[in-house]
Every structure is written in structure tokens, then in C-alpha cells.
């Protein structure tokens, strides 16, 4: 899934603003001014178009996780979860490990 603005396009697809998708387990929803998107892994993301992003995940993913909230068990000190599993301490370092090519 890729957005920019107000654009949306699900494997390079565009998806019309406003309009519902679903197809392979990929759901994307227009709530106002967000756009909502979800996975059957019960993974799901809106974002507002400009900067604002919210990520929720289902509890049955507890302990599973990786990345920013780090494995999803309450516990702030191991947020910041770069791929090799250590803990940034800053934000850009944290960043920077999940780039990819």
C-alpha cells in the first residue's frame, strides 16, 4: 500500500478517494479525512493525508511484534526494536535501521 496525500494505491492500483477496496486480505476505508488501512493480520493503519498516523493491532499479536512499539507487551523499554532485535536510543537510529534499498 502506498499513499500520498489523498492518493491511495494498493499493489501500484490506485484506489478512488472515497471509495471502499477489499481484496486479498487488504481493506482501505475513508473515514472523513483519514483513510483507514487493515490487514487480515489484524494489523490496521489510518492516516490523515498530511502527517498524523495511528497504527492499532489486534491483541491476538501480543508478544509478536517488532519495530516501534517493540514486541507489543507493555513494556517502554524495549520500544524502538531495530530488525537485529537490540533497542535504538534515538528516534533517527531507530529509523534508519528499518530503511530498505
Known amino acids: 500500500v502506498a499513499a500520498r496525500g489523498r492518493d491511495v494505491a494498493v499493489n501500484g492500483v490506485a484506489v478512488p478517494e472515497g471509495r471502499p477496496y477489499l481484496r486479498h ?3 482501505v ?3 472523513g479525512d483519514w483513510v483507514a488501512v487493515a ?7 489510518a492516516w490523515d493525508g498530511q502527517q498524523a498516523v495511528t497504527v492499532t493491532v489486534g491483541t491476538e499479536l501480543r508478544g509478536g511484534t ?3 512499539c517493540g514486541p ?3 513494556d517502554p523499554a524495549d520500544d524502538f526494536q ?3 532485535g537490540d533497542v535504538a536510543t534515538f528516534a533517527s537510529s531507530f529509523g534508519n535501521s528499518w530503511k530498505i534499498p
Open 25 to 27: 486480505g487488504i481493506s
Open 29 to 31: 476505508t475513508w473515514l
Open 39 to 45: 490487514s487480515g493480520l489484524g494489523v490496521r493503519a
Open 66 to 68: 517488532r519495530g516501534l
Open 72 to 74: 507489543y507487551n507493555d
Open 82 to 84: 531495530r530488525p537485529g
